[in-house]
T-cell receptor, first 112, second 114 residues
Framework: KAGVTQTPRYLIKTRGQQVTLSCSPI?????VSWYQQTPGQGLQFLFE???????NKGNFPGRFSGRQFSNSRSEMNVSTLELGDSALYLC???????????FGPGTRLTVL | GQQVMQIPQYQHVQEGEDFTTYCNSS?????IQWYKQRPGGHPVFLIQ?????EVKKQKRLTFQFGEAKKNSSLHITATQTTDVGTYFC??????????????FGKGTKLSVIP
């Protein structure tokens, strides 16, 4: 079974720009969660999607948004980028919320 | 909001020594998961605990969930160099209105000296 894939793997943007990250879950997994990982704050939960609906949400500003498509692929968008948004963004998929999560390799975002 | 404290932040052990990391929550949890992240890698699921007082073992790893479902621990017996990495707990708690909050601990970075 193919694992979770994320594209792109690396991204460099400047302040004020917006960015879209993509995640393809494991086949059959309908729950997709997004996380931000930084050395200072660790792993922080952004949101979770199941069957195209956002069901659970962390404490991030509205600049962070996402969506899920009918094939369970998910995208995360960050608008008006700030320097502090530089991080590794991880996507994880599972059969449903609360089950074992399988993480992708992440997208390393650098904001200059 | 839910707060999850994980200690210690770092642990250096001699190969063969035991290692324990602790996770404490300010609220009662629905479940807790443990993950391991190797340097340069992504988190890999180890176990999920759901029941009060639950204890699960995986070879040299022992996981416990507290009776009050507010704390958990991961214990590794006789560490090996392959155990190197950062161990995270991930705590899920009901946050109201039908949704759940998932909070990761900051992780314990384990170094094993051969």
């Amino acid at each position: 079974k193919a694992g979770v894939t994320q594209t792109p793997r690396y991204l460099i943007k400047t302040r004020g720009q917006q960015v879209t990250l993509s995640c393809s879950p494991i086949s059959g997994h309908r729950s997709v969660s997004w996380y931000q990982q930084t050395p200072g704050q660790g792993l922080q939960f952004l949101f979770e999607y199941f069957s195209e609906t956002q069901r659970n949400k962390g404490n991030f500003p509205g600049r962070f948004s996402g969506r899920q498509f009918s094939n369970s692929r998910s995208e995360m968008n960050v608008s008006t980028l700030e320097l502090g948004d530089s991080a590794l963004y991880l996507c994880a998929s599972s059969l449903r919320w609360g089950n074992e999560q399988f993480f992708g390799p992440g997208t390393r975002l650098t904001v200059l | 909001g839910q707060q999850v404290m994980q200690i210690p932040q770092y642990q250096h052990v001699q190969e063969g020594e035991d290692f324990t990391t602790y996770c404490n929550s300010s609220t009662t949890l629905s479940n807790i998961q443990w993950y391991k992240q190797r340097p340069g890698g992504h988190p890999v699921f180890l176990i999920q605990l759901v029941k009060s007082g639950e204890v699960k073992k995986q070879k040299r790893l022992t996981f416990q969930f507290g009776e009050a479902k507010k704390n958990s621990s991961l214990h590794i017996t006789a560490t090996q160099t392959t155990d190197v990495g950062t161990y995270f707990c991930a705590a899920t708690a009901y946050s109201g209105a039908g949704s759940y909050q998932l909070t990761f601990g900051k992780g314990t970075k384990l170094s094993v000296i051969p």
